[in-house]
């Protein structure tokens, strides 16, 4: 669970915490991450969403046969080690309504799946302290 008792602190007690070497978390969240029911949550409600293909050009159709063939292994293996770097997005511009332009970042499909799946653990531990 996060330390954010400095949202109900004074100034002193705040500036203190933030000069303590202590870790926001009394656990490391990581291997939640990597966790398999977390993945799979993450794919459905990003295979739910649709959305285009990212800069790589894979879709959210090729996704499964990515992973079957050992893409996932790679990908798990670099975040692990720490050298993941999530690709370049892809840019787009739509219509605006009012006859403008809108720009928009498209990720990858794997980008997007691993965002889904650290938004599925942070957002329960943030999500009560932004919630009124």
């Not at 029911?37 to 409600?45: K, S, V």
């Not at 893409?71 to 892809?90: D, F, H, I, M, N």
Request: glycine content about 6%; overall charge positive; hydrophobic content about 35%.
């Amino acid at each position: 669970m996060p330390n954010l008792s400095v949202l109900t602190t004074s100034s002193d007690d705040y500036y203190q915490q933030r000069i303590s070497p202590q870790p926001a978390f009394s656990s490391n969240l990581f291997p939640q991450l990597l966790e398999p029911e977390n993945l799979h949550r993450a794919w459905r409600q990003v295979k739910a969403n649709k959305g285009a293909s990212g800069i790589d050009g894979m879709t959210i159709e090729a996704f499964p046969r990515w992973m079957q063939q050992g893409g996932w292994q790679q990908c798990k293996s670099q975040l692990e080690r720490g050298e993941y770097q999530p690709s370049a997005v892809r840019r787009v511009e739509i219509d605006k309504p009012d006859g403008g332009k809108r720009k928009l970042g498209i990720p990858t499909v794997i980008d997007r799946v691993i965002q889904q799946a650290i938004a599925q653990i942070l957002t329960p531990l943030f999500d009560p302290y932004f919630s009124v």
